[in-house]
């Protein structure tokens, strides 16, 4: 079967790092999302990674190893407003997109 | 406004009803979805439509259709309401293939099945 494995819930400390991992079991694969997702709403687009190394954008950057089945998503400079659940996603074979459970973080002060 | 709009937001009705969610994109976009999410669980795919022709069952289609009125509206429907299919019901579109676009999530809809 298909499966996505990420960590159900992290906490970090405002203005500190966070490295959030996603691993992956898929019938191929053809580019791996990362979403962010506010509690009560929608999923909002963050990174797309079909290509292994890192994609940086502004505070948060991507990884990936297909040769590993292994993304993590990387948080920095933490703010308040980045508590929300990260979803990992992997677009298998047949172009569908597998979800994991997401990560639930917390930002403490 | 919303580039992708669902309705109603919130929704209870009791087991045996009918239920109609509806949404509508203004982002041109040729891709619709249903997705359904439970706590704990990844985003389950219902329905999805590529073009107004066009309606493919997802994973876990039982129990539901799907109606592509138009190239901008893509309603789901529960024909007889159960209490498992209390969740939040998300719309998505995306632009021509998924390898190199994104998901646009509506707001959501919630429902309660009671």
């Known amino acids: 079967g298909q499966n996505i494995d990420q960590p159900t819930e992290m906490t970090a400390t405002e203005g500190a790092i966070v490295q959030i991992n996603c691993t992956y079991q898929?019938?191929?694969?053809?580019?791996l999302f990362w979403y962010q997702q506010h509690a009560g709403e929608a999923p909002t687009f963050l990174s797309y990674?079909?290509l292994d190394g890192l994609e940086e954008k502004g505070r948060f950057s991507s990884f990936l190893s297909r040769s590993k089945g292994y993304s993590y998503l990387l948080l920095k400079e933490l703010q308040m407003k980045d508590s929300a659940s990260y979803l990992c996603?992997?677009?298998?074979?047949?172009?569908?997109?597998?979800w994991g459970a997401g990560t639930k973080l917390i930002i403490k002060p | 406004d919303a580039d992708v709009t669902q309705t109603p937001r919130n929704r209870i009705t009791k087991t045996g009803k009918r239920i109609m969610l509806e949404c509508s994109q203004t982002?041109?976009?040729?891709?619709m979805y249903w997705y359904r999410q439970d706590p704990g669980l990844g985003l389950q795919l219902i329905y999805y439509?590529?073009?107004?022709?066009?309606?493919n069952k997802g994973e876990i289609s039982d129990g539901y259709s799907v109606s592509r009125q138009a190239q901008a509206k893509f309603s789901l429907s529960l024909e007889s309401a159960i209490p498992n299919q209390t969740a939040l019901y998300f719309c998505?579109?995306?632009?021509?293939?998924?390898?190199?676009?994104?998901?646009?999530f509506g707001e959501g809809s919630r429902l309660t099945v009671l």
């Open positions: 996603a992997v677009l298998d074979s047949n172009y569908q997109l597998i």
């Open positions: 982002k041109g976009h040729d891709r």
């Open positions: 998505a579109t995306s632009d021509s293939g998924l390898a190199t676009g994104e998901l646009f």
């Open positions: 439509s590529f073009d107004v022709k066009d309606i």
């Open positions: 898929t019938s191929g694969f053809n580019g």
């Open positions: 990674n079909v």
